[in-house]
Nanobody, 115 residues
Framework: QVQLVESGGGLVQAGGSLRLSCKAS????????MDWYRQAPGKQRELVAS???????DYGDSVKGRFTISRDTSKNTVYLQMNALKPEDTGAYYC?????????WGQGTQVTVSS
């Protein structure tokens, strides 16, 4: 059983920055993928960023150049550094992992960007 716990969300003005953290139980080396998704009320959940076990990363088009996903394996933690935030970035952000073909989700952390 894998548990994911997100933190770091909050209220920030447009142009500001936040860093989200996702701490995982067990070693993140066992995860094929670690990802961040987000969902605004009434909208579908969308992929924000992902990092593969080998370190490769991928980003949604709307956040490229502004967000960075990274990991600290010694702390079993994945981060999402969010810069130049826009009101359109507002939503609940969820950490996601695939471990041995099984999906795991965190509880979510709210990010609100004011204009």
């Amino acid at each position: 059983q894998v548990q994911l716990v997100e933190s770091g969300g909050g209220l920030v003005q447009a142009g500001g920055s936040l860093r989200l953290s996702c701490k995982a139980s067990g070693s993140i080396f066992s995860a094929n993928f670690m990802d961040w998704y987000r969902q605004a009320p009434g909208k579908q959940r969308e992929l924000v960023a992902s990092i593969r076990s080998g370190g490769g990363t991928d980003y949604g088009d709307s956040v490229k150049g502004r967000f960075t996903i990274s990991r600290d394996t010694s702390k079993n933690t994945v981060y999402l550094q969010m810069n130049a935030l826009k009101p359109e970035d507002t939503g609940a952000y969820y950490c996601h992992a695939i471990v041995r073909l099984v999906d795991y989700w965190g509880q979510g952390t709210q990010v609100t960007v004011s204009s």
